[in-house]
């Protein structure tokens, strides 16, 4: 599914923190069917249940791939409304658009993610959720909400989780009037500017280590870790890896319509899924002359990223809200 290289070997669980299969509550409809293909939800002889429930329909395999409560998911997703007894309709499926969610596990509560955390890859997980309150939904500025309990089926396809990096070795530190890059490990890379050097007029791109994966392709989903700093005095101002509460965790944006700076958008759209990429980009790519004003780092900018992973988003008037939210897009935002 990615190109990202092995969980450090000091991180893994030697053993399932659960093991063997559990039971789900009997309030929940019966979900069948193949991982990794729209599921079958049969509601009959069953009412909306009045508050949340949750439970794991199909673990996955793989102890080494075991969900942490800080690790970005991707999922597909099937919702349904259950307005009565045997009676639901089927509201969304990301299988149907073909455009799985990201999900950041750091930002949600813990009650939706209790039923993810400790389990493999490859699980699949259902819940149902009670009806809102018309009159809380009211007080929010929200539209009425539809009768009954709302219920979603997650496959989970994958994890990124804290510090993790293509795989490989650089075939290039860059150099050459570009800054240097050295990132030995799991750890935030060290960029060197080069002394005396004035900054390239025109976007500067390297790629230090080839990704196997396929290429980016605009509108898509990344998933990312990145470092970025300022030419003119070598200074970090963002990264993902020293995000507050986040270190690590690595950051989700949609590539190519805007939602970055344009020299992200040109330098990593067509790139290959498990590169490293170095991103030289000058200003009229980045902030532009009004940067100060903005509270955005001036001048030439100098990024080190690591492509994760792409994944395709949904059509607009598919996307909610959380649905695909994950770290932000920090110091590429637009």
Not at 2 to 9: L, Y
Not at 72 to 83: K, L, M, R
Not at 275 to 294: E, F, H, K, N, T
């Amino acid at each position: 599914m990615t190109s990202c290289s092995a969980i450090p070997e000091d991180w893994r669980t030697p053993a399932f923190l659960k093991s063997g299969e559990e039971e789900l509550d009997d309030r929940l409809p019966e979900v069948s069917g193949e991982f990794g293909k729209q599921p079958k939800v049969d509601f009959s002889g069953k009412a909306p249940p009045q508050e949340q429930v949750s439970g794991v329909v199909e673990k996955g395999s793989g102890e080494n791939e075991l969900i942490r409560d800080n690790d970005i998911i991707q999922a597909d997703v099937v919702e349904y409304q259950w307005t009565a007894e045997g009676k639901a309709k089927r509201t969304q499926s990301t299988y149907k658009a073909d455009a799985p969610i990201l999900l950041n596990l750091g930002q949600l509560n813990d009650d939706l993610t209790g039923s993810l955390v400790n389990q493999p890859v490859g699980s699949r997980v259902v819940y149902a959720f009670p009806p809102q309150d018309p009159a809380q939904a009211q007080q929010q500025g929200q539209p009425s909400p539809e009768p009954g309990s709302s219920v979603s089926v997650l496959d989970i396809h994958d994890r990124y989780g804290e510090s993790e990096v293509v795989s490989g070795e650089q075939k290039s530190d860059g150099g050459d009037g570009l800054p240097t890059v050295k990132q030995p490990g799991h750890d935030e890379p060290e960029i060197t500017i080069p002394e005396d050097t004035d900054p390239p007029g025109k976007l500067q791109t390297e790629q230090l280590i080839e990704g196997q994966g396929p290429k980016v392709e605009s509108g898509q989903q990344l998933v990312v870790q990145y470092t970025g700093v300022q030419w003119k005095n070598g200074e970090t101002f963002d990264a993902t890896w020293t995000r507050q509460g986040a270190e690590g965790v690595p950051a989700t944006f949609i590539i190519g319509d805007g939602q970055v700076i344009k020299g992200w958008d040109k330098g990593l759209v067509g790139r290959k899924v498990g590169s490293r990429v170095l991103l030289v980009i000058p200003p009229d790519l980045a902030y532009g002359d009004s940067a100060a004003q903005q509270g955005a780092p001036e001048g030439t900018l100098v990024f080190v990223v690591d492509i994760l992973d792409a994944v395709n988003s949904a059509p607009p008037e598919q996307q909610s809200g959380g649905g695909s939210g994950g770290g932000g897009s920090g110091g590429g935002s637009s």
